[in-house]
């Protein structure tokens, strides 16, 4: 539902002193998604437009809701183990339309949807088994499986490869089933970092096992596949240093490096391919050793273990948690949440350099983690989270709680504006921003200021002040601009020459507040012609070192006319 417009309201950022707009990215709220009652877990988006979202009812886990390109719902599914409905974790989309949907079960009963169980018939338990299901377009249930061995198994993230297979990344206790490494302790519930390779048709292909720690057996295991098929796999295996194996498509270990990390990286929640050689991570950390000073952490590396950049995104009040990203262009824009659930964060970053381009905070007096951030399209942006709606988010829908996303929309606003002097000081400013602009605030060189369109302002004397026009949107999007501004005349005819000033500097003839182009030459007394310079900006000068002492003759002349002064030149 569309917001009702808010003026002047808009999330701060620190704008440049001179000479241009924001060059970068960032949003403002526009419109809120209330998909359910049940709180939303995943979602995932077709290029086509059409989304599923993977929702908790509590205690309903695994109830997907199907939702057309125009927004209408087409239908929802409940997928169970006989009785039992297990906890869902992601939904992913497949190339064909349909979709992934992981989580773990413990049925053993080997029903329909959840079979070939690995139970453990020593002990005579049912531990956790990764649960895979694959859906059409409508939720028709494709295939299911149930991966990994005898003893707990358990899911960190998922990601679909480019020809539609699947690889999952978690932690496995077992040494048999699935798991293709006999000599994990039989019973030592070690907790190893494990990812599995699953084909389109539910075949479990490869598995890969890092090295176990009491760091990497707690924390986020990831990867990535990159654009030659080959996967980059990431182990935090201690505080200050994460693992890093290459892999190639059918599982193979192609190398190994080791990459250094600020203090207390817990793992990395997002890992995306940027070019065809670098890896953009992307994790919660802290800033200072030991102060439980945690920040979102971004860190860019290459696929030989060469780190490029890193990038903590802090707030200096509470914590601030890394949520999501994507990547568009060469630029990465990445979500956010804050410890004390009062608002959630948009920042966008330049890539390979990591600089932040923005940060914007948006406030509510209750917002959730954020679950999932995607793109909509080159100016959309969906976030998926709980949002009270007050504050930045003043929805015209009454309610307590909109469960669903948050659509944000690109800023697109281009601040811009001309003016011209009209006598005594005075200048006339008109307005020339693009992107449908509503709100104007002047500055006038710290001298003064102005809400209206096109105003004018009247300076204390003649000379170049600094003007900004700060400009906001119906979105409540703002952009900034600030330029010179000469004040005097407008810069042609007799008047632009008498404007001109100039002044003998250690040999050089200096001169400002040119205001066209003009020509200087310099005569003797008698007539005879010395030099002769072209100036069009101020600042410019004449080098007087050749010249004796004496008085001398100074023209200048532009199209409309010629002044004569004198000067004299002493040693």
Same mark, same amino acid.
């Given at each position: 539902?569309?917001?009702?417009?808010?003026?002047?309201?808009?999330?701060?950022?620190?704008?440049?002193?001179?000479?241009?707009?924001?060059?970068?990215?960032?949003?403002?709220?526009?419109?809120?998604?209330?998909?359910?009652?049940?709180?939303?877990?995943?979602?995932?988006?077709?290029?086509?437009?059409?989304?599923?979202?993977?929702?908790?009812?509590?205690?309903?886990?695994?109830?997907?809701?199907?939702?057309? %390109?125009?927004?209408?719902?087409?239908?929802?599914?409940?997928?169970?183990?006989?009785?039992?409905?297990?906890?869902?974790?992601?939904?992913? %989309?497949?190339?064909?339309?349909?979709?992934?949907?992981?989580? =773990?079960?413990?049925?053993?009963?080997?029903?329909?949807?959840?079979?070939?169980?690995?139970?453990?018939?020593?002990?005579?338990?049912?531990?956790?088994?990764?649960?895979?299901?694959?859906?059409?377009? #409508?939720?028709?249930?494709?295939?299911?499986?149930?991966?990994?061995? $005898?003893? %707990?198994?358990?899911?960190?993230?998922?990601?679909?490869?480019?020809?539609?297979?699947?690889?999952?990344?978690?932690?496995?206790?077992?040494?048999?089933?699935?798991?293709?490494?006999?000599?994990? %302790?039989?019973?030592?519930?070690?907790?190893?970092?494990?990812?599995?390779?699953?084909?389109?048709?539910?075949?479990?292909?490869?598995?890969?096992?890092?090295?176990?720690?009491?760091?990497?057996?707690?924390?986020?295991?990831?990867?990535?596949?990159?654009?030659?098929?080959?996967?980059?796999?990431?182990?935090?295996?201690?505080? /200050?240093?994460?693992?890093?194996?290459?892999?190639?498509?059918?599982?193979?270990?192609?190398?190994?490096?080791?990459?250094?990390?600020?203090?207390?990286?817990?793992?990395?929640?997002?890992?995306?391919?940027?070019?065809?050689?670098?890896?953009?991570?992307?994790?919660?950390?802290?800033?200072?050793?030991? $102060?439980? $000073?945690?920040?979102?952490?971004?860190?860019?590396?290459?696929?030989?273990?060469?780190?490029?950049?890193?990038?903590?995104?802090?707030?200096?009040?509470?914590?601030?948690?890394?949520?999501?990203?994507?990547?568009?262009?060469?630029? #990465?824009?990445?979500?956010?949440?804050?410890?004390?659930?009062?608002?959630?964060?948009?920042?966008?970053?330049?890539?390979?350099?990591?600089?932040?381009?923005?940060?914007? &905070?948006?406030?509510?007096?209750?917002?959730?983690?954020?679950? &999932?951030?995607?793109?909509?399209?080159?100016? &959309?942006?969906?976030?998926?989270?709980?949002?009270?709606?007050?504050?930045?988010?003043?929805?015209?829908? $009454?309610?307590?709680?909109?469960?669903?996303?948050?659509?944000?929309?690109?800023?697109?606003?281009?601040?811009?504006?001309?003016?011209?002097?009209?006598?005594?000081?005075?200048?006339?400013?008109?307005?020339?921003?693009?992107?449908?602009?509503?709100?104007?605030?002047?500055?006038?060189?710290?001298?003064?200021?102005?809400?209206?369109?096109?105003?004018?302002?009247?300076?204390?004397?003649?000379?170049?002040?600094?003007?900004?026009?700060?400009?906001?949107?119906?979105?409540?999007?703002?952009?900034?601009?600030?330029?010179?501004?000469?004040?005097?005349?407008?810069?042609?005819?007799?008047?632009?020459?008498?404007?001109?000033?100039?002044?003998?500097?250690?040999?050089?003839? =200096?001169?400002?507040?040119?205001?066209?182009?003009?020509?200087?030459?310099?005569?003797?007394?008698?007539? &005879?012609?010395?030099?002769?310079?072209?100036?069009?900006?101020?600042?410019?000068?004449?080098?007087? /070192?050749?010249?004796?002492?004496?008085?001398?003759?100074?023209?200048?002349?532009?199209?409309?006319?010629?002044?004569?002064?004198?000067?004299?030149?002493?040693?």
């Amino acid at each position: 539902m569309k917001k009702s417009i808010l003026l002047l309201l808009f999330a701060s950022i620190g704008w440049p002193i001179l000479n241009a707009q924001i060059p970068f990215t960032r949003y403002a709220p526009t419109v809120e998604h209330h998909v359910g009652n049940g709180q939303l877990l995943d979602m995932a988006i077709h290029p086509d437009g059409s989304m599923a979202f993977l929702s908790l009812g509590d205690p309903i886990f695994g109830n997907v809701l199907f939702r057309e %390109p125009d927004g209408t719902t087409m239908g929802s599914g409940l997928y169970k183990c006989g009785a039992d409905i297990p906890p869902v974790k992601q939904l992913l %989309p497949h190339p064909d339309g349909g979709y992934y949907i992981v989580g =773990i079960h413990q049925h053993f009963l080997n029903d329909t949807l959840c079979p070939n169980f690995h139970f453990d018939t020593l002990m005579q338990l049912a531990h956790p088994d990764i649960w895979v299901l694959r859906i059409d377009a #409508a939720g028709e249930v494709l295939w299911s499986q149930s991966v990994g061995g $005898s003893k %707990p198994e358990g899911v960190d993230n998922a990601i679909v490869t480019q020809a539609g297979d699947l690889l999952v990344f978690g932690h496995t206790n077992s040494n048999d089933g699935d798991v293709s490494y006999p000599d994990n %302790p039989p019973n030592g519930f070690f907790n190893a970092p494990w990812m599995v390779k699953i084909s389109a048709q539910g075949q479990v292909l490869w598995d890969f096992q890092a090295p176990w720690s009491l760091a990497s057996s707690n924390y986020f295991f990831n990867g990535v596949e990159m654009p030659d098929g080959n996967v980059m796999v990431f182990n935090v295996e201690d505080n /200050e240093f994460v693992e890093l194996y290459r892999l190639s498509a059918n599982g193979e270990e192609l190398a190994h490096h080791t990459v250094p990390l600020p203090e207390n990286v817990q793992g990395f929640h997002t890992i995306l391919p940027y070019q065809n050689d670098k890896v953009l991570l992307g994790g919660t950390g802290e800033m200072v050793a030991g $102060s439980f $000073s945690r920040a979102a952490y971004l860190l860019l590396v290459d696929t030989t273990g060469v780190k490029l950049a890193e990038r903590f995104l802090k707030n200096n009040q509470q914590d601030h948690y890394f949520e999501s990203m994507f990547i568009q262009g060469d630029e #990465a824009v990445v979500a956010g949440s804050y410890y004390d659930y009062d608002g959630m964060s948009l920042a966008s970053l330049e890539l390979p350099t990591l600089f932040q381009n923005s940060y914007q &905070r948006f406030e509510s007096s209750n917002v959730p983690f954020v679950h &999932r951030m995607l793109p909509l399209d080159e100016n &959309r942006v969906a976030v998926m989270t709980d949002i009270q709606p007050d504050q930045d988010f003043q929805w015209t829908q $009454s309610g307590i709680f909109y469960k669903g996303f948050v659509e944000f929309e690109r800023c697109n606003l281009g601040p811009s504006f001309s003016y011209q002097n009209s006598g005594a000081n005075t200048v006339q400013f008109t307005n020339t921003s693009t992107g449908g602009a509503i709100d104007f605030a002047w500055d006038f060189g710290g001298l003064g200021s102005s809400f209206s369109e096109n105003p004018s302002f009247t300076f204390p004397a003649m000379g170049e002040y600094t003007v900004c026009l700060n400009v906001v949107d119906e979105k409540i999007c703002g952009n900034k601009i600030c330029q010179q501004v000469t004040v005097g005349i407008n810069g042609t005819g007799e008047e632009a020459l008498a404007s001109i000033q100039w002044y003998l500097n250690d040999n050089q003839l =200096i001169f400002s507040h040119l205001l066209s182009k003009t020509t200087a030459r310099v005569f003797a007394p008698d007539g &005879r012609f010395i030099m002769e310079k072209n100036l069009s900006a101020s600042g410019e000068s004449i080098s007087l /070192e050749r010249l004796g002492t004496g008085v001398f003759l100074l023209v200048l002349k532009n199209e409309n006319g010629s002044v004569t002064e004198r000067f004299a030149k002493f040693d």
